[in-house]
């Protein structure tokens, strides 16, 4: 972050922002449900397979969210999320976006907008990504024990979801801060 500050000068108000993706699909999550004891309740499970990607990104100091809803999973599909992101840091500030090292992150095909860097987690440490915990909380409580019956309703699912999520700020911020990332 250090290294980061120094090129863009001391002036410069940074946004820490946390990126990933989450396919969500037909063959949906099965999660704990409340039942009288020795009862079994049912849950919907469905074996078909037409998903949906949701690109979410969240700021946690200002409780911002940032999704896209694609059907798919690439370059193209992240430059579209970037581009939103950029969007949405406040002007004359400069966002550092925390994301894992999947391919279409790394790729020189990637168009970074001029007010976001990259800073890569390591490698196999999606712990350190408060977007994981984020499509825990969303699968769990939204998006768990349905059975879609088209790609269009999954998609109108997800993104149900995603705005009921920005519509609470104080849960990303509740669920994304990280003291090592906007305390160091």
């Known amino acids: 972050m250090g290294a980061i ?4 000068g001391a002036g410069v108000k940074l946004e820490i922002w ?4 989450a396919r ?3 063959k949906n999550k099965i999660t704990r449900r409340w039942a009288r004891r020795g009862t079994r309740p049912s849950a919907p499970h469905d074996q078909r397979t ?12 200002r409780g911002e969210a940032i999704g896209l809803v694609l059907p798919w999973c690439n370059t193209e599909a992240m430059n ?7 969007a949405a840091v406040e002007p004359g500030a400069h966002a550092v976006l925390v994301l894992d090292q999947a391919g279409w992150h790394t790729t020189e095909k990637l168009r970074l907008p ?4 990259i800073l890569p987690l390591p490698s196999k440490a999606p712990e350190l990504n408060p977007v994981e915990n984020i499509w825990q909380f969303m699968r769990d409580n939204w998006l ?3 059975v879609c019956e088209s790609h269009d309703q999954i998609v109108t699912l997800c993104c149900e979801a995603w705005n009921r999520l920005r519509g609470q700020p104080w849960r990303v911020m509740s669920i994304g801060l990280r003291e090592w990332a906007h305390h160091a």
């Open 18 to 21: 946390f990126q990933d993706e």
């Open 80 to 86: 579209a999320h970037l581009a939103e992101i950029s």
């Open 144 to 146: 768990s024990n349905r």
């Open 24 to 26: 969500i699909g037909q």
């Open 50 to 61: 037409k998903w949906a990607y949701i690109f979410g990104a969240i700021c946690p100091q």
């Open 114 to 117: 001029g007010n976001i860097t």
């Open 5 to 8: 500050r120094a090129r863009l």
